[in-house]
């Protein structure tokens, strides 16, 4: 049918055993830019189903499964970053009554003694 990539090819991906009936299928880091190539070829994150994505990736002896796992992990962290991203920004606002100069009379109520000397 086409040029097709075997998974054995190691610059394609690394396939490990973890246990002795289960195999762990490992992403390398130019099978997973073919991914990502998929995903913006089938109009992004949203869109891509792996079923289209497998097909578009066209790589021999890949699964449906292994690439649902990963686009499954792929979205999460996606997800995760995001929501990192959205606490990072809220943590840096600084609170209007810092901004306003309260800030200074509260330090100086703090050692009421020393004002009224």
Do not use: C
Not at 13 to 35: A, C, D, I, P, Y
Not at 53 to 65: F, Q, Y
């Amino acid at each position: 049918m086409g040029d097709f990539k075997s998974i054995e090819d190691p610059e394609i991906v690394q396939e490990s055993r973890t246990r002795k009936n289960h195999g762990r299928f490992v992403w390398s880091h130019e099978l997973h830019q073919k991914f990502l190539n998929s995903i913006e070829q089938l109009g992004g994150n949203d869109k891509a189903i792996p079923k289209k994505i497998l097909a578009d990736m066209n790589v021999e002896g890949l699964t449906r499964l292994n690439v649902a796992t990963h686009l499954q992990k792929y979205r999460l962290t996606l997800e995760r970053t995001t929501e990192a991203q959205q606490l990072n920004m809220a943590t840096r606002q600084v609170p209007s009554f810092i901004q306003q100069g309260h800030h200074q009379n509260s330090s100086n109520s703090a050692n009421p003694s020393e004002s009224r000397t």
